[in-house]
C-alpha cells in the first residue's frame, strides 16, 4: 500500500524520532491512524493501531532474536549509501533497480553487508498490495478474518523498515560512529535521546504529523 510508505514518511521525515522500540511502535501506530480518515476501513484501522505499532517491532524483537533468520535477515535493515553511489556512479546509474536479482547482477561488487533495505520494502509493499486485492474478493468470514491479520503483521512489518530507512545511520558506512570517533553513537541516537525525551516526543510527533497531514495527502492522493 503506497499510502502507508507516504504516512511513514510523514512521521519520520521532520525529525529524527525513532527507530528502537519506542521509534517503530510510534511509527506503525501514528500511520493506522492517520491512514484511517483516508479510507472506508477507518474503524478498523484505529481498532488495530495498536498491533500496527507492535508487528513494527517484530523484525527487532521476534526475528533478531533466532540466530539462522537474523544471518539472513540482517542486511535487510540499512543501506550503506555512501557505497552504493561510488560503485553506481562508476556505471553512471543513478536510480536503484527494484528488481532485486536485476539490480545485483549488473552491480555484483555490492556485498551483502552493505545492505539490502530498498528491495526489502518494494517486496514487502507488493505482499501488501496482494493482501489487499484478495480483501476486496469474496471469501468467507474465517479467510477475511485470516486476511486481516496478514495485512496487519505486513503493514507493521513494511513500516518498521521504511523507518528504519529514515534513520541517518542506516544509511551510511558509519553506521555506528566507528570511523570517526563516535563509536556507540547508533544505540545512543535512536534509542537513548527517544527513551530521554519520552513521553512527551510522541504527542509532538502526532501533532506534527496531523499538521502536515493534509498538504501531504493531497500532493500524493
Not at 547482477?105 to 545492505?115: D, K, S, V, W, Y
Not at 512489518?157 to 544509511?171: F, K, N, R, S, W
Not at 555506528?176 to 510527533?205: A, C, R, T
Amino acid at each position: 500500500m503506497k499510502k502507508l510508505i507516504l504516512i511513514t514518511a510523514i512521521l519520520v521525515s521532520a525529525q529524527a524520532f525513532a527507530w528502537g522500540k519506542r521509534g517503530h511502535e510510534t511509527v506503525g501506530s501514528f500511520a493506522a491512524q492517520l491512514l484511517a480518515k483516508e479510507t472506508t476501513q477507518g474503524k478498523f484501522l484505529i481498532a488495530h493501531a495498536y498491533d500496527m505499532g507492535f508487528y513494527a517491532n517484530v523484525p527487532d524483537l521476534v526475528w533478531k532474536a533466532d540466530d539462522e533468520t537474523y544471518k539472513k535477515e540482517f542486511s535487510q535493515h540499512y543501506m550503506d549509501l555512501d557505497n552504493y553511489d561510488k560503485i553506481m556512479a562508476e556505471k553512471k546509474v543513478k536510480k536503484f533497480n527494484p528488481d532485486r536479482q536485476k539490480f545485483f547482477r549488473e552491480f555484483p561488487g555490492i556485498a551483502n553487508n552493505e545492505g539490502r533495505n530498498f528491495w526489502r520494502v518494494q517486496e514487502l509493499d507488493t505482499k501488501l498490495a496482494e493482501i489487499s486485492k484478495q480483501l476486496k474478493g469474496k471469501n468467507d468470514a474465517e479467510k477475511h478474518r485470516a486476511l486481516q491479520a496478514q495485512w496487519l503483521l505486513t503493514a507493521g512489518v513494511l513500516g518498521h523498515y521504511i523507518g528504519d530507512l529514515a534513520q541517518p545511520l542506516h544509511v551510511t558506512s558509519n553506521y555506528d560512529g566507528q570511523l570517526s570517533g563516535q563509536k556507540g553513537l547508533h544505540h545512543w541516537f535512536e534509542e537513548d535521546i527517544v527513551d530521554d525525551l519520552y513521553p512527551g516526543i510522541m504527542n509532538e510527533v502526532f501533532t506534527r504529523a496531523q499538521a502536515r497531514w493534509p498538504e501531504f495527502s493531497k500532493k500524493h492522493k
